[in-house]
């Protein structure tokens, strides 16, 4: 974990990210929480805090690491650079696409169960039928 101090003086190589949840509903109309990943530079972090402490009232906003750390507080952000962002980026798109994936095969296993248990089912049938 990075110090204020550290990712002050790397502010220029550095994003801060953190996420949202949004409300959402899936294509079967499934309500569930969606995570939307937001991201900004160090600097307008700090920038975007320092104008929300003035409208709350806080008269001295002049130290770039308090309104850094409160912005790191309140959004629970974390520090990354673009390379990492990216990547990050990338992955969570490959594992969203692996539990599309995993949901899919689901939905095949559990119709190839229904259409094995109506043959047996049917099988069943014939078998009482030609005993009978």
Not at 21 to 44: F, W
Request: proline residues 1%.
């Amino acid at each position: 974990m990075k110090t204020i101090e550290e990712i002050l003086y790397n502010k220029d190589n550095l994003l801060l990210v953190w996420q949202e949840p949004r409300c959402a509903i899936d294509a079967s109309g499934v309500e569930y929480t969606a995570n939307v990943k937001l991201s900004t530079t160090v600097q307008e972090g700090i920038d975007i805090q320092r104008k929300r402490s003035l409208e709350r009232g806080i008269k001295d906003v002049s130290s770039d690491g308090d309104q850094l750390f409160e912005f790191m507080t309140i959004h629970w952000a974390s520090t990354y650079t673009n390379d990492e962002s990216r990547e990050i980026s990338r992955l969570l798109t490959k594992i969203k696409k692996l539990e599309d994936t995993i949901e899919e095969l689901d939905e095949n296993n559990c119709r190839m169960s229904r259409k094995v248990r109506n043959m047996e089912a049917e099988e069943e049938e014939r078998t009482n039928y030609k005993l009978s």
